[in-house]
């Protein structure tokens, strides 16, 4: 039995085809590829605040974190950062940022400060993937640094879906 022009064995192959099949090789090859967890973990946020502060050691005292301890919705959880100081030439804040442990990215915000700010203090809002620790990390003119963490724990979570 001899094979029909348009049977498929017998098609032949155009551009537009050859296209196709690479562009369905690439996306089956690109399932193969190993993804990055949903969350980040406690190292990561460490290696973060490491970053910013240079591998310098941080204290605890003089900032002070304010989110609320439980959090029905993850959505959208209100954050302010406040640092002891008197915020003039001689002494000030220089950077405040907020680090977390279970979304996404470690890193929430980072903020740069001077004399003229007037006030340290930084407001914003957060989404939280789930229960987890937060710590803002403020750096002094001088070069020292100061945080105060804060364990939330989150009723709804936010960033993803599916969490168990």
Do not use: Y
């Not at 562009?23 to 460490?46: K, N, Q």
């Not at 996404?104 to 903020?111: C, D, H, K, T």
């Amino acid at each position: 039995m001899m094979a029909k022009p348009n049977d498929m064995f017998c098609d032949p192959v155009t551009p537009h085809k050859i296209r196709r099949r690479l562009l369905a090789v690439g996306g089956a090859l690109g399932m193969l590829i190993v993804v990055r967890p949903v969350f980040a973990t406690p190292e990561e946020r460490d290696s973060a605040i490491k970053s910013f502060t240079g591998g310098a050691l941080v204290k605890v005292g003089k900032v002070t974190l304010d989110v609320p301890m439980l959090v029905d919705n993850g959505n959208a959880v209100p954050v302010t950062v406040t640092v002891d100081s008197p915020m003039n030439a001689s002494e000030h804040v220089t950077a405040i940022a907020i680090f977390n442990e279970r979304n996404p990215q470690p890193e929430v915000a980072r903020f740069s400060l001077g004399p003229r700010a007037g006030k340290a203090s930084v407001s914003t809002r957060m989404r939280l993937a789930t229960s987890q620790k937060l710590i803002a990390v403020a750096k002094l003119n001088d070069g020292t640094f100061w945080s105060h963490s804060v364990e939330v724990v989150v009723t709804l979570a936010a960033c993803i879906e599916g969490e168990s």
